[in-house]
């Protein structure tokens, strides 16, 4: 059965360094999503993709996140500078209709920030 | 603006009894509803999903949930727990983008 893969399952970096987290969607799959969920709290939206372009993201989505589809296979996250409250377990996820359809996620990256 | 209330952060039942685990949600639209299962150490995985068809959903694993519009419920229920249910549940709702609700951890006494 298909699934979504994201790598690293833990990453570990310190304040004010750059992160990038990596997933694989699913191969037919035409939306993209990341989501964290800090440590005791809820899972949170953070963006969605489509088309090669971000369609939604949120509040917490600010200047030092951003997104990319560098190839036809890999979706990133890319932090540019790290802070303590970045900490978090960060999930991707893809889906073929959009958001209001089933979304599958992966296993997650954790991130701490030292 | 949408939003979830899971009622319960811990539910305990016993092994081969009942589950009720409670949700409501607020939507300014005809939302998406689901729920999802997270396991120690594991992914989300979805359970259930209503997207305007029957209001009685069934999941897998012998879960199932009822949309109830006039009352702004979706319900997860499940007949006889198992120790294999033991988790983290999330009701989640979808007018766009999803939110969460806080999530109700599961526990199963053998």
């Known amino acids: 059965e298909p699934e979504v893969t994201q790598t690293p399952s833990h990453q570990v970096t310190q304040m004010g360094q750059e992160v990038i987290l990596r997933c694989v969607p699913i191969?037919?799959?035409?939306?993209f999503y990341w989501y964290r969920q800090i440590l005791g709290q809820k899972v949170e939206f953070l963006v969605s993709?489509?088309?090669?372009?971000?369609?939604?993201k949120s509040e917490i989505f600010d200047d030092q996140f951003s997104v990319e589809r560098p190839d036809g296979s890999n979706f990133t996250l890319k932090i540019r500078s790290t802070k303590l409250e970045d900490s978090a377990m960060y999930f991707c996820?893809?889906?073929?209709?959009?958001?209001?359809?089933?979304?599958?996620f992966g296993p997650g990256t954790r991130l701490t920030v030292l | 603006a949408q939003s979830v209330t899971q009622l319960d952060s811990h539910v305990s039942v016993s092994e081969g009894t009942p589950v009720l685990l409670r949700c409501n949600y607020s939507?300014?639209?005809?939302?998406?509803l689901f729920w999802y299962v997270q396991h120690p150490n594991k992914g989300l995985q979805l359970l259930l999903k209503?997207?305007?068809?029957?209001?009685l959903v069934k999941g897998i694993n012998g879960f199932e949930a009822e949309f109830k519009k006039s009352e702004t419920s979706f319900h997860l229920t499940k007949p006889s727990a198992h120790m294999s249910d033991a988790a983290e549940y999330f009701c989640?709702?979808?007018?766009?983008?999803?939110?969460f609700g806080t999530g109700t951890r599961l526990t199963i006494i053998p």
């Open positions: 996820a893809s889906s073929t209709k959009g958001p209001r359809d089933e979304q599958f």
């Open positions: 191969s037919n799959h035409l939306y």
């Open positions: 993709f489509y088309n090669n372009e971000i369609s939604e």
């Open positions: 939507s300014s639209y005809s939302p998406s």
């Open positions: 209503y997207t305007s068809a029957a209001t």
């Open positions: 989640v709702v979808s007018d766009w983008e999803l939110t």
